[in-house]
Each structure stands twice: as C-alpha cells, then as structure tokens.
C-alpha cells in the first residue's frame, strides 16, 4: 500500500528534477562577467538619451519664459 | 525643493532597471529560460500606457465639467503618449511571443483586446482632426473618451482574464506571483513600472507645453 502511494510521488520528484535542469540560463555569461559590459553599455545609452531629453525639457522652458515676458 | 525632482527620480529608477533587470536573480522556468527578464521592460509598458489612459480620462471629465480648454490639451496627449506605449508594448510583446509560443501574433484574447483598443484610440485623434471648432471638438472627443476607457478595460483586462488566454492570470494558466515566491522579481518589476509611468508622464507634459506654446503662436 505504502509502496504504491510512493512511487508517483518517487516519479514526479525525478520529473522535476530533469525539467529543472533542462532550463537554460545564462550562467556562462554572468559567470565570465561578460554581463556586466552588457549593462555598462545599457546604462550608458540610457543615461546620455536622458540628459538628451532634460536639454529639451529646458529649450522648452525658455521658450515659454520668452512667451511670458512678452 | 525643485519641481522637477520627479523626472530625476524616474530616470534613477529606470538606471536601476537596467541593472537589476539584467543581474537580479530570476526563477529558471522551463521554455521561458533567461527571456524571462523581458518582463521586467514589456509588462511596464502596459503600466504606462493604462496610467496615460486614465490621466486621459480624468481631464476629459475635468473638462466637461468646467470647460477649460487646457484640460482638453491634457486629454489628447495623454491619449498621444499612451498610444506609443501600446505599440512599444505589443511590439515587444510579438519578440518575445515568438520565442516562446512559436508564434508573433497567436489569437490570444489579450492580444486582440490590445488591438481593438488602439484602433479606438486612433480612432479617438481621427475624430479630433475631423472637427474644426475648439469647443466643440474638445466636447464630443471627451465624451467619446469617456466611453471608450471602460471598454478598453473590459477588452485588455476583464476578458482576457475569464477566457482562456496565454498571458499569465489567466484562465487555467499560473499568474505572476505563483513562480516569484521570494518576491525577489516584484523588487524589480514595481520599481520600473513607476520609473515608466514618470517618463511617460514627463513626456505627455512636454508635448503638452508645445501645443500650448503653437496655440499661443496662433493667436498671435
């Protein structure tokens, strides 16, 4: 009785097992740390399209101070 | 304190999404794999573009009830801004729906919800274009906005989650928070959510204050 309770549950540890170790992640990547040059990279794109858009924001600001002066 | 702490603060949360994005660890699910960190760049565009939707609405029912012209502006940029967010959602949502259901546009009922409710916001700027008076157009145009935001709640929102669909939450499939039982994924995901929602609330600002600067040039 006990045997028969166990078995499936002995099958679906084992299931779980092999599909945890199917799943591909990138360790390769973080492990050599090439992912860190990935992020460098990201944040640097980001950061200058920022600084980009903080410039617009002021070009506008005087545009509406020229307006109110007027 | 300055005013416009709130932009550095969305840039600053976003930085932090690149990163934690990219280096926070994540469950390793079988098929989704590593691309489970787009997650953390699609699902926030939603988030935007809903907030845009909502700030939209608001300032169309702020405007029927006192008429202000200004609030229309707000209206219809946000609908402006929050129509690109969409796109960039359903764009990056097609990448990585490849990658995982085989397919860029299988007929998901959150993907067609999505459709239909861009169409009715392009729909909503046509109807804008095709009236000539001010008061008039910013009248009609809230009204139609006004019915067109439930619908597009119950399209992106409500259906998707009774019917069977592939997005997580719905139907018979797992939601979000089943798989992220350590909370180490929401850490990251809420943080960028609010980071988007400023720049897309930054950008509607901007656009805002160019109409008002061309509507000032007009009357000149």
Redesign the interface.
Known sequence: MKKSLLTPLFILCLQLIAQAQQVEMATDLRSSGKIYIVVAVLCVLFIGLAIYLFTIDKKVSKIEKGIQQK | MIS?WW?ILG?LL??YG??AG??APVP???IL??TIRILYYHLPMGFAMLSLYIISVVYSIKYLANEKITDDYIAVESVNVGIIFCFLGLASGMIWANFTWGDPWPNDPKLNGSAIATLMYLAYLVLRNALEEEQKRAKISAIYNIFCFPVIIVLMYILPKSTDSLHPGSGGNSGFGDFDMDGNMRMVLYPIAVGWILLGI?MMT?RN??R??EM?KALD
């Open positions: 416009y932009k840039i976003l930085i690149i990163i990219f280096l390793a699910l079988p794999d590593e930054w901007l204050r160019i008002k600067i000032y």
